[in-house]
């Protein structure tokens, strides 16, 4: 079993961002290792994109995309369902 709780948040640096980086830290506690990961840098791109990560901020507990950040982010269907490319 691990002693620390390993947390990590994908970031682009935006206000929403920035507050989901504090509504983390105010949780954490003396079990809990937080990493801050710039989506700007290719390597922590591609690690988002091993965890599906469409949409940001995303957070990841101990390897796994937290139940809240697992949205599905913009798709053609969802779009289509909006009326989007479908004439007035």
């Avoid at 620390?4 to 079990?31: M, T, W």
């Avoid at 796994?64 to 289509?80: F, I, P």
Wanted: proline share 5%; charged share 20%.
């Amino acid at each position: 079993m691990t002693s620390k709780r390993h947390i990590e948040i994908f970031s682009a640096g935006c206000p929403v961002c920035e507050e989901a980086i504090q509504a983390v830290n105010e949780l954490v506690c003396s079990s809990c290792e937080v990493d801050v990961l710039d989506l700007n840098d290719p390597a922590v791109a591609a690690r988002a994109a091993s965890f599906s990560i469409r949409s940001i901020p995303a957070v990841v507990i101990d390897g796994k995309l937290a139940d809240c950040c697992a949205g599905l982010g913009v798709s053609s269907e969802t779009l289509r369902a909006a009326g989007v490319g479908i004439p007035l």
